[in-house]
């Protein structure tokens, strides 16, 4: 059974750091494409970040550039989203997505873990 499950959201101030995790099983983590996605209340689910199936290219929202960093591990099968100097409009759900192109398109998603940003 495909699986990804994310971990580490929480509570944090203004300011504030986080690491989110998504651990990954039933697929072969090292063939997909992962991304980070998120989702404000009324709002429409906008990409974060990516990291391609080696780990060699990266690519972030203009919106996180510079305070996010996306990495993976895959040994581990995981991927992580450093999230540094959080600010309140980074309250959302945060999701992770594995996706492939070739051979063929194939895309999981995971449940979402829910960070907020407040003082």
């Known amino acids: 059974q495909v699986q990804l499950v994310e971990s580490g959201g929480g509570l944090v101030q203004p300011g504030g750091s986080l690491r989110l995790s998504c651990a990954a099983s039933g697929f072969i983590f090292s063939n997909y494409a992962m991304s980070w996605y998120r989702q404000a209340p009324g709002k429409e689910r906008e990409l974060v970040a990516v990291i391609s199936s080696t780990g060699g290219y990266t690519n972030y929202a203009d919106s996180v550039k510079g305070r996010f960093t996306i990495s993976r591990d895959n040994a581990k099968n995981t991927v992580y989203l450093q999230m540094n100097s959080l600010k309140p409009e980074d309250t959302a759900v945060y999701y992770c997505?594995?996706?492939?192109?070739?051979?063929?398109?194939?895309?999981?998603w995971g449940q979402g873990t829910q960070v907020t940003v407040s003082s």
């Open positions: 997505k594995a996706g492939r192109t070739y051979p063929s398109a194939n895309y999981y």
